[in-house]
């Protein structure tokens, strides 16, 4: 079976018409949730699934839209099933991600003192290829995001680039489809204003059209609809629709 993709949301962070920016990727007997932000759950709930049919959940970087629905997540699994959910993240993450996010709100005296009460923590080692699944792997590459904050973006299978939030890295971008073979490319994209933080849509357009053709945009804000036709042939990742991988 092909793996199929489904974003519960392509929204950049404080999008109100699109969810957060987390997908879903469905193989066969086997499915990830990746990067699960405040606006998940709701997400999740949207489209008729439930957690309970996630077998792991993977972590791109400590932003809310990206972390922001892990504690519901927990939760709700706790209570439900008492099942803990497989969490897939770098392991320079792991310590930030307990103590500066979900400490506050996951706590409890002798119960839940770490993320291993919450989570089946599975640390992973950047430039590694991971097999998750006999057709899901995944392999990370550090990315530039916000200047002290580790951000990690995805190999899926070896040929398609997964960004997580990131500044423009035109030569990585080159790089993998010439060198490496990758076929797709999902990116994030920040269609007004300087990105500073983020890729601009400008920064894509300059791409070479052999790079640009591989490109499908996403993490947008609500202003997308005024873009269509004005991407130089890149096209947008549309929420809750079943892509192929
Ligand atoms: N130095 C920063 C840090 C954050 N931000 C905004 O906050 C958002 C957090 O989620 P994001 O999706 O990474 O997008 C970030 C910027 O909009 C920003 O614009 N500049
Ligand atoms: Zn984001
Ligand atoms: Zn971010």
Redesign the pocket.
């Known amino acids: 079976m092909t793996v199929k993709m489904q974003m519960l949301g392509t929204g950049?962070?404080f999008a109100k018409n699109y969810f957060?920016?987390n997908a879903l990727l469905l193989g066969s007997g086997y499915n990830l949730l990746i990067?699960c932000?405040i606006t998940a759950p709701l997400a999740m709930h949207e489209l008729g699934r439930s957690f309970e049919e996630i077998d792991a959940v993977l972590i791109t970087?400590l932003?809310a839209?990206?972390v922001g629905g892990l504690e519901e997540l927990a939760l709700t699994l706790r209570h439900k099933t008492g099942r803990k959910m497989t969490l897939l993240l770098a392991e320079a993450l792991v310590d930030p991600l307990w103590e500066h996010t979900l400490m506050g709100g996951l706590y409890q005296e002798g119960i839940t003192t770490s993320l291993d009460d919450v989570f089946h923590v599975r640390p992973l080692h950047p430039d590694t290829n991971y097999s998750l699944s006999p057709e899901i792997s995944v392999h990370l590459l550090r990315t530039p995001h916000i200047p002290g904050k580790d951000s990690y973006s995805l190999l899926l299978n070896e040929e398609i680039f997964y960004s997580?939030?990131m500044t423009f890295e035109p030569k990585l971008l080159t790089g993998l489809v010439r060198n490496r073979g990758c076929r797709k490319i999902y990116h994030?994209c920040q269609l007004e204003g300087p990105g500073v933080v983020?890729t601009t849509l400008n920064e894509l357009k300059s791409l070479p059209e052999d790079i640009r053709s591989r490109i499908s945009l996403m993490?947008y804000g609500d202003e997308k609809p005024d873009y269509i036709g004005r991407t130089a042939g890149m096209d947008f990742l549309e929420q809750h629709v079943i892509y192929e991988l």
């Open positions: 950049s962070a957060n920016n990067d932000g970087h932003h839209d990206h997580a939030d994030d983020h993490h």
